[in-house]
């Protein structure tokens, strides 16, 4: 070539932005390159005809990398904390979106891609939820992309857990220090709350933020697009097909109608296959061959919680529609080998109405199991059928007026019972600023109680909540409301996830205990609750005994309980006054008035 180099880059580079190059189609595209070809400005420039190869694949592809390319200002100009921001990579690293900005010693992954190639932005992050939080940096280049194309992208992207911010030209600047403090929860990134029960009432009145408390569990942990599914219950649910599906004949061939809840239990499911658990069909002991998970206590930490919320759960009759799954919640099994751990559960989708149906592969595509990495599974849920996966969490809010039904103690004895109102109160006067959070909650890794997992709590070996929950259910004795084994095995649970160090914290998890598991059980008259004292008012003489360090600390300004479900936004213990205390002396008060009570408001 006879002429200057950077003379011809110039003068194809103009022409490139002249057609809008970055936008073509690969027909539009080829006819450009075909007038370069025999362009005659071009060829006095150069002095010499260019070969279309050369156009193509030295100029034009240099023109598209610099057209994608995002450099360190560029990532910079993002945030208004440029200065305390380092972006980790070389030259090319950025080139090729793979790098790290560290913000105030902490690291976060990060990519860049050109707008209208987002696809390789989701297979360099690929569907795991894994590492440090993460972002997207999307590049416009020389090409504006239109707000529906740019939403488009982001939306898809957050759907996949990857904040996105668009660049060059960018958004309005933001802050990661904001943004770190409302993602500092998720998985993997700190510790969060097991629950010991996966199946969770949220009872309290309208309007008190149930559905919403259930919205921001996720969020912290996921994406509302992702792990959540709220299906509002509808008052002429009477039986499980409404909410697991239901096999129809009405065509003359068996086809197995599916329903969006039993669709997000697949989709659990996918979840932990996608982050590379065992699924395999085991001989476990006592449980003959079964359809199984296996795998490590660490890959727990990167899984995310599934949130089912059942809106209004109890307009219909929950016993009714909800009866196979409350059988099959308490199949659920995990057996634990060190750090190893096999988990099994009863079909709820059983092999047998897989199998009936006429077309398997229809209701495999409905299950959205059709990608090759499903196909063992898919077998397997063929000849075992389909279980509850482990991170599936089941939350019901429930009203109690005249419009619902009641709870009967097999669907309490199977549910951790919020009194919302007590556990997560309404005080307007923190309505703009909040002055405590919640912690984040999820799933449970227990069936059983271990004495192993008692040795990091100050219950080393069980005996103290042994003791406390026999005084208990000395007072229930010979009464409707007496516990049994569940009881003992739940409490401990609710020790192992409290993991309390010290004499209060542990006398805290027996306070919440109660209000979960036993006072949600007691209701009815004078008849059934007696009147000199009444069983209640025995109940309360116990715990005065129990709970001594915070029985009075109204009255003598003692040291209070800690609070185990929320905390202080400044990192500090919420103390908070003995719940059971003010529940008992409330339904007490209820039934000296109108001669009968119940938990429920």
Known sequence: MKGSRKEVFDYIYKKADEVGYMGLDSSASGKFQDSLEIDPELRIIAGEHLSR???????????????????????????????????????????????????????????????NEWQTVIKRFGLRIQGDIRFAFLTCGGVQRTIEEI??????????????????????KVSIKDYTKTTSSKIGKTEVNRIYKNFVLLAGISGTGKTRFVRD??????????????????????????LLGY??????????????????IVKAWRHLIDNGLNVEALEVEGFGERLAITGERKMLDSLLPYWLCLDEMNLAPVEQYFADYLSVIETREWQWIGENFTYISDPLLKASTINEVANTEELRLALGLMDKQYED?????????LGIPFNLIVAGTVNMDETTYGFSRKVIDRALTFDFGKFFPNDYAN????????????????????????????????????????SVNRVLEDTPFQLAFRALNELLLAVISQKPKDPITLKAVWDDFLMCKVLPRIEGDYDKLGSTPSLLEQL?????????????????????????????CDGSVHLITCRSKVKLEWMQNRLSTSGFTSFWP
């Open 431 to 470: 309505f703009f600023i909040s002055k405590t959070y919640h912690k984040t909650l999820s799933f449970s890794i227990w069936s059983h109680a271990n004495q192993n997992e008692l040795t990091d709590t100050i219950d080393s070996d069980g005996k103290l909540s042994i003791e406390f929950l026999n």
């Open 217 to 242: 569990q996720v969020k912290a942990t996921g994406s509302l697009s992702e792990n959540y599914c709220l299906t509002a219950v509808r008052p002429d649910w009477h039986e499980p097909s409404d």
């Open 377 to 385: 599974i898919w077998l397997l849920m063929c000849k075992y059928g």
């Open 540 to 568: 309360l003489v116990v715990l005065h005994t129990q709970f001594s360090e915070f029985w009075n600390e109204i009255d003598e300004c003692r040291e209070v309980r800690p609070d185990l479900h929320r905390e202080n």
């Open 53 to 115: 190869n050369y156009i193509k694949d030295t100029v034009l592809n240099n023109y598209s990398k610099k057209q994608r390319y995002i450099n360190e200002d560029d990532v910079l100009e993002v945030f208004f904390e440029s200065d305390d921001i380092i972006v980790i990579g070389s030259k090319k690293d950025l080139e090729n979106g793979l790098f790290q900005i560290e913000y105030k010693g902490q690291k976060f992954e990060s990519t860049s891609s050109s707008i």
């Open 151 to 172: 939403n488009k992208t982001k939306k898809i992207l957050n759907s996949y857990g990857i904040e996105t911010f668009v660049v060059k030209p960018t958004d309005i």
């Open 247 to 264: 096999t129809s004949r009405l065509s003359g061939n068996p086809e197995y109608v599916m329903t969006d809840v039993m669709n997000f």
